[in-house]
């Protein structure tokens, strides 16, 4: 059965122990997972794979930003693999955007969704000033997901603060959004934040949410209590 919720469970772990104990207590109709940097470099694709027996769709979460033929290799790699969303940087530009997407579009049978990423959620105003950027960060956003839409990816991954001018802009992107917090909980380094109702509410398509869970006294509460909230 495919998974009937919006959510996508980060598996920010340092290793298969860990994130296999909390992905035994989720169950795959309730939520995906997603696996990052952290778990990806210390296990490779065999935890993917793992993953994916029991039977999670995967958010393969590397952020590939490289020369387009380098990021396009990277993502036919990632689309083997069978993982269900894949991401690069919007800001490789338009020529490696084009790239990974011709590149999928030469893959025969099930593609992963083609997700780029826009302005890190936690980055604000002055962090794009620091590198040179005099900008808000939602302008910057809506430039990206021009260049997105434009090279034909599928969807985002923002804030879901800027989920209500991406849905007027560009309305048949998918937004994928972390920077998910529970009313109260703390944000960690996390900068543009809106709770899971809130998000839901601004036009996010799925949720992703990492600490609110992996880091919870009781993890299955955590989940549940998101579940309840979403409805
Ligand atoms: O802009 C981005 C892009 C990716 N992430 C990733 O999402 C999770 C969020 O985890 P939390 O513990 O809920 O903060 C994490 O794996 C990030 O690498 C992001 O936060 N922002």
Redesign the pocket.
């Known amino acids: 059965m495919s998974c009937q919720t919006p959510i996508i469970v980060?598996l920010?772990f340092p290793g298969r122990e860990a994130a296999l104990a909390l992905a035994a207590r989720l169950d795959p109709a309730r939520c995906r997972v997603?696996v990052?940097?952290e778990l990806f470099t210390r296990c490779g694709p065999d935890i993917v794979e793992t993953l994916q027996r029991q039977g999670f769709e995967v958010f393969l979460?590397l952020?590939f930003h490289d020369i387009p033929n380098t990021t396009a290799m990277a993502v036919k790699a990632a689309a083997e693999l069978g993982v269900w969303m894949v991401n690069v940087h919007c800001s490789g530009g338009l020529r490696m955007l084009s790239a990974c997407r011709e590149t999928l579009d030469g893959i025969h049978g099930r593609r992963p969704l083609l997700i780029g990423?826009?302005?890190?959620?936690?980055m604000e105003r002055e962090d794009l000033a620091g590198i040179g950027l005099d900008i808000e960060p939602q302008q910057q956003v809506l430039r990206l997901a021009a260049l997105a839409e434009r090279a034909g990816l599928d969807g985002l991954?923002?804030?879901a603060q800027e989920a209500p001018a991406l849905k007027t802009a560009r309305p048949r992107l998918k937004l994928v959004t972390?920077?998910?917090?529970p009313a109260g909980s703390a944000p960690?380094?996390?900068r543009r934040i809106l709770t899971p109702r809130q998000a839901l509410e601004a036009g996010s398509d799925y949720l992703?949410?990492?600490?609110?869970i992996?880091?919870a006294t009781d993890p299955d509460q955590a989940l549940a209590a998101l579940v309840a909230e979403l409805g």
Do not use: E, F, M, Y
Request: aromatic share 0%; with cysteine.
């Open positions: 980060a920010d997603k990052g940097k979460d952020k990423v826009t302005v890190l959620t936690s991954v923002c804030s972390p920077g998910i917090r960690d380094d996390q992703v949410i990492g600490r609110p992996s880091q």
